[in-house]
């Protein structure tokens, strides 16, 4: 038993190798994922035994070239003993399981064949598959055991990772199987395991009105998501989208969405190009040009030419959208600016294997088997796993940004000598001592990069490598601070606090910080630290009462803390809080 166990073990692997291999080369491409049964067959000298085993792959994980996550469900280790004497060709045993694993057909063409029967482990009336989710992950065979542990079985419509931790004894004596479960099994809700890439983007009663009409739409207060899965038409003059509607009726709905995400900002939609939606059975005119992959359509315009707002309104909405397609999308940018489609240009590439079209350059009637219009947003700088499409994370977006730019240091503990990336203004928050804060830095062992040019920063294939070998970020409230999305796991980012800009410093880059396992250390100036100090006295409400300023307005406040303030930065403070970033990125201080 011991000698067919590994011999079992020896002719399972090359078969995952192979299967994984095969799928990584050829254009195979599923929205959900590839499965496969696999029949291994061992040889003694008594007997021949078939192992059945059900292999299943993630695409996702395949169609990003990255460490596939091969999951391996066992639906049964049941043996066919065959005298060899006997088996000469004659006895064949064909075995046909459904999709859903619940079935076995068996027919032979011989009175010998031996039936099999597949054994699932059950809840309820619910089936459970095993599967081994990350590529570190091992199926450890020792002898007649096979355990599995932490095994991350799914991620159900919440978002929400299901896992559960076991261990599966089987021993095969005369065809015997005996399962020893550890601990409870969690319940998979079935819409969960099979679910389109459009239907992830919608829920509850949204996701029944996409189902019942082909068209749904997902409204928050920061971003609206309006799609459909079936064949839609799209005339890029006009940025009409048709959509067939299911009933037999003359009505036509229209919907309107402006795709940028900044849906409570009215002031900045007016200045985005609307889509219009109509849901109809009107025939639309003729295609001119026919695409293979769904539309994803957003504008390049608002905020785009600070990197903050590029990453925290497009990118990482763009991401959170459209990563599950597995790159089998089309971009349509409104609002074209060549200028953004060059410097993400890596990133756009990476989520779609097509090149971004500008509808005022591609005019016509294009018709796709798809149609996404806007961009799901979670928060500054943020995704939240358990929010709409379910399953993606700060973490993921980072390994995502890693891949995509070559960022090679992992963790700042790989660099020998701390560094210090000091962004710098020359316009409005600037630091009025650089020079002294330069040399008081050095002289606590930082290798000190300063950073004048904003323009520097545009190549981000090589801005980002070098942010990436960075110890310490230290910056004022500002766009360069987003740069923190590169710095290596256990960095530190240093936020030099305006008066006045306590919650924006917060929001925006400072409680981002630490789902992107980055050290955020704050350092709040002091009103004698504040230009803002000698223009409007102590007294001033800009100075003791920043609350009543904003009262007045954006733009008010704006003018006060953002376009008018500059710091002298206390020295001495200072290095207090540059020696706890060393500390933190395990090092002292000479």
């Not at 005298?83 to 075995?95: E, H, I």
């Not at 079985?153 to 199987?177: A, M, V, Y």
């Not at 980072?398 to 701390?418: A, H």
């Amino acid at each position: 038993m011991e000698k067919e166990r590994r011999r079992l073990v020896l002719h399972v692997t090359p078969a995952i190798f192979f299967i994984s291999l095969f799928l990584l080369l050829s254009d195979f491409y599923d929205y959900n994922e590839f499965k496969f049964t696999q029949w291994v067959q061992v040889n003694s000298r008594a007997s021949i035994k078939r192992f059945m085993v059900n292999i299943t792959i993630d695409d996702e994980h395949v169609s990003n070239l990255s460490p596939q996550e091969v999951n391996i469900s066992i639906e049964s280790i049941d043996d066919e003993i065959v005298s060899k004497s006997s088996s000469t060709g004659k006895n064949q045993t064909a075995n046909e399981i459904s999709d859903d694993g619940k079935t076995i057909k068996n027919s032979s063409s011989e009175q010998n064949s031996s039936s099999k029967k597949v054994k699932q482990q059950k809840v309820g009336s619910q089936e459970i598959n095993e599967v081994v989710h990350d590529h570190k992950s091992q199926l450890i065979r020792e002898g007649e055991t096979i355990k599995k542990d932490d095994q991350k079985l799914w991620i159900d419509d919440e978002g929400i990772e299901r896992t559960d931790k076991k261990e599966r004894l089987i021993s095969n004596k005369e065809g015997n199987e005996t399962v020893n479960q550890e601990s409870q099994l969690l319940t998979i809700e079935q819409h969960a395991i099979k679910q389109s890439p459009f239907s992830r983007l919608v829920r509850g009663e949204d996701r029944k009105e996409l189902e019942d009409t082909g068209f749904a739409c997902d409204r928050t207060a920061s971003s609206l998501v309006c799609l459909s899965d079936k064949n839609v038409q799209i005339n890029t003059n006009s940025m009409m989208v048709y959509v067939p509607y299911n009933q037999n009726t003359s009505k036509i709905n229209k919907t309107e969405v402006r795709p940028y995400q900044r849906q409570d900002d009215h002031d900045l939609l007016q200045w985005i190009t609307p889509v219009q939606f109509l849901q109809g059975n009107t025939p639309p005119p003729c295609c001119q040009y026919t695409h293979n992959e769904p539309a994803v359509i957003f504008s390049s315009g608002g905020f785009t030419g600070n990197l903050f707002h590029e990453f925290n309104e497009i990118i990482i909405p763009l991401f959170i959208t459209t990563q599950h397609f597995k790159s089998r999308i089309q971009y349509i940018v409104v609002d074209y600016k060549q200028s953004f489609v060059n410097k993400y240009s890596k990133i756009l590439s990476r989520l779609s294997s097509y090149k971004v079209m500008n509808p005022d350059e591609e005019k016509g009637e294009h018709c796709f088997p798809g149609v996404i219009a806007g961009l799901k947003f979670h928060d500054h700088l943020a995704l939240n796993s358990r929010e709409i499409p379910g399953g993606y994370s700060m973490p993921d977006f980072r390994q995502f940004l890693k891949k995509t730019y070559s960022l090679k240091v992992e963790n700042v503990s790989y660099i020998k000598k701390p560094v210090l990336m000091l962004i710098s203004r020359t316009t409005t928050r600037r630091f009025l001592n650089e020079g002294e804060m330069v040399s008081m830095m050095k002289t606590l062992g930082f290798e000190v990069i300063v950073v004048k040019k904003p323009e520097r920063m545009s190549n981000l294939s090589k801005f980002s490598r070098l942010v990436n070998r960075c110890s310490v970020l230290v910056g004022t409230h500002g766009a360069g601070l987003a740069n923190e999305l590169f710095l290596p796991d256990g960095a530190v980012m240093i936020q030099v606090e305006p008066l006045g800009l306590e919650w924006a410093s917060s929001f925006y880059f400072g409680n981002p910080a630490a789902a992107m396992g980055v050290h955020y250390l704050r350092y709040k100036i002091e009103p004698e630290e504040s230009s803002l100090l000698e223009k409007y006295g102590r007294n001033h409400p800009v100075i003791t009462d920043p609350a009543s300023v904003f009262a007045k307005g954006y733009q008010a406040a704006r003018a006060a803390y953002i376009d008018q303030q500059s710091m002298i930065v206390n020295i001495s403070r200072f290095s207090e809080t540059l020696t706890q970033a060393l500390t933190l990125v395990g090092h002292s201080s000479p």
